[in-house]
């Protein structure tokens, strides 16, 4: 980063910088004083005319308890940029009302540290996840001199791959996240958005060929093998339950770095972190957790880290229209979910065409992803939990619902990769196309055989949701296509990264270039960014936030002269 913010090439960012960062963004920007802070959207309800939000302060009740300074804000546009990570997911376990230690989220960490580490009681924590947070409440406890019982859930996916920041991989060291924005290595993932870079020859090659899965295997057990290696996990018995339960190539998103400032797993080696792949029956009075399997553990504190809700705590108004807004939901009609499933299943048979290594990926149970279990009201003992399963995110290129005439309604940030300032930069600006009717025609299809399928099939996607009467055939047979495309993105992310979050929302890693492929040439620009044609592409090195600098520019020369970008 810049000189100013006191971070060198190839040290890792504090969190407090990248706060600051921000605000001197918003200050440069004029935008500081357009933000409400500490304020929240409890209500979005759609109009006649746009959008009616209800907000409140945050934090802030009248005697009896409820919230005062309510307001509503009302506009004909709206983008929700609230991402995936602003609720944690809650801890529910049977004896939390008589567990006297303190439960903790890893989400109020920072609020509550000194109540965690200033307490000379509490000698020994619990931290219950497998991801990359749990890791930093571990490590934050064990070094501040605490004994800490690590659990992971012996019926969820295990741990995430954790790994230096840079790896050797064969003779090359390699800065390991910039593998994922290297035009070659592109190509060994199987990604529905590949053709989109112009190499799609390659790919097909790749993924439609004996030889070239072959290759492919290779490729990723190799990476798999120096990441495990690497980090050290096969060097002790104990940090054998730290290993993936699967391949690298499963996994997106769920690849975190060891930016720690000593090695944590010595913590692991030398006892004063215990690792247990159980899951937790219930709390138990006092400060006790009881395991299925009947064994307990006596603690002083447990920190949950069980990730973030992905459907998002502001109410959308009518509650029948979350379906079409794309929103996670667990009031889908009858006939939607038949609508969804057809899609699906034609989705699943365009995407093991295409690439037959996922007809062998890993079939996973999604009960951690979208079905979340609550206990009874009461908490009365011996009543069963509850289940309710949600949609998952269905939004068009993963940012605007397929359905909606209006184009008033844009997500940003429910797409997970590892390249979050160019997905940002990018979308942002796709956004406003969108918004304002500036893609122009209906951009590239996903799909090989969308146009001929669509327009032969009989299917009703067009009209589950009152979509434009069958005379307009134009028009139907783009909302079909938008339906169509929205399940394949969506079924190809979950076969894709079965062990991230695919399940829920888009979630990928080596995908996210030909992603951004495919907005910039839906804004009408040229993606092939390095110079020199396809030997840039190629041999130009990984793709990085300087080289989309110039994008806002190029869009705004196209809108005043069309033809500049053709």
């Known amino acids: 980063m810049h000189e100013r913010f ?118 020994h924590a619990t931290v219950f996840g497998s991801g990359k947070s749990a890791y930093d409440c571990v490590y934050l406890l064990a070094s501040s001199g605490r004994r800490v019982t690590w659990v992971m859930r012996a019926s969820g996916h295990g741990p995430i791959y954790m ?177 969804w499933d057809q899609l699906n299943a034609r989705a699943d048979v365009e995407i093991f065409e295409r690439f037959p290594m996922l007809v062998k990926g890993p079939k996973l149970r999604h009960d951690a992803l979208v079905v979340r279990e609550h206990l009874p009201t009461a908490s009365v003992e011996g009543m069963p939990r509850t289940k309710q399963e949600y949609s998952p995110w269905r939004l068009w290129r993963g940012l605007a619902p397929p359905l909606q005439k209006e184009k008033n309604l844009v997500f940003l940030g429910m797409i997970m990769n590892l390249q979050g300032a160019i997905t940002n930069h990018i979308a942002s600006i796709w956004a406003f196309a969108y918004m304002n009717g500036e893609l122009g025609s209906l951009p590239r299809s996903l799909s090989i055989t969308n146009a001929r399928k669509t327009s032969r099939s009989n299917e009703q996607p067009a009209t589950t949701y009152g979509a434009p009467p069958e005379k307009d055939d134009q028009m139907r047979t783009e909302t079909a296509r938008l339906l169509y495309e929205t399940a394949l993105f969506n079924r190809f992310s979950d076969r894709r990264s079965p062990y991230g979050y695919g399940a829920r929302n888009p979630d990928f890693a080596f995908d996210a270039l030909p992603f951004f492929d495919m907005l910039v040439q839906d804004l009408g620009l040229n993606s092939w960014r390095k110079g020199w044609g396809w030997i840039g592409e190629v041999f130009g090195g990984p793709y990085l936030p300087r080289d989309y600098e110039g994008l806002v520019d190029e869009w705004k020369n196209k809108r005043s002269n069309p033809k500049s970008c053709s």
Request: charged share 25%; aromatic share 10%.
């Open 6 to 123: 006191g971070v060198k090439q190839g040290e890792h960012i504090p969190g407090e910088v990248i706060h600051e960062y921000f605000r001197q963004y918003a200050d440069k920007l004029d935008l500081t004083k357009r933000i409400l802070l500490e304020t929240r959207v409890r209500i979005v309800e759609k109009t006649g005319e746009g959008w009616r939000l209800r907000v409140e302060p945050a934090g802030v009740l009248t005697h009896d308890g409820q919230p005062t300074g309510a307001r509503v804000i009302t506009c004909n546009k709206l983008i929700v940029a609230t991402g995936l990570t602003s609720s944690p997911a809650p801890l529910e376990l049977m004896g939390s009302e008589d567990f006297q230690k303190p439960i903790i989220q890893f989400a109020d960490l920072a609020r509550r540290e000194k109540e965690l580490l200033g307490d000379p009681s509490i000698q």
């Open 163 to 339: 790994a230096p920041a840079h790896i050797y991989v064969g003779p090359f060291y390699c800065w390991l996240e910039m593998l994922t924005s290297i035009r070659l290595f592109t190509w060994f993932s199987p990604c529905v958005l590949g053709d989109a870079d112009g190499f799609g020859y390659l790919r097909s090659l790749l993924h439609g060929t004996r030889a070239g899965r072959w290759f492919i295997d290779k490729f990723w057990k190799k990476l798999e093998t120096e990441t495990v290696e690497q980090a050290g996990l096969n060097k002790h018995e104990k940090l054998k339950l730290l290993q993936p339960d699967a391949g690298a190539v499963w996994y997106a998103t769920g690849l975190g770095i060891l930016n720690y400032p000593t090695n944590m797993y010595d913590f692991v080696t030398a006892g004063q972190v215990e690792v247990l792949r159980k899951n937790i029956e219930r709390l138990q009075r006092g400060n006790m957790i009881k395991f299925s399997d009947g064994e307990t553990v006596e603690m002083d504190a447990l920190v949950s880290s069980m990730g973030w809700e992905f459907a998002p705590d502001i109410e959308f108004l009518p509650r029948d229209l979350r379906a079409e807004f794309g929103i996670p939901s667990t009031g889908l009609s009858q006939s939607q979910k038949d609508m």
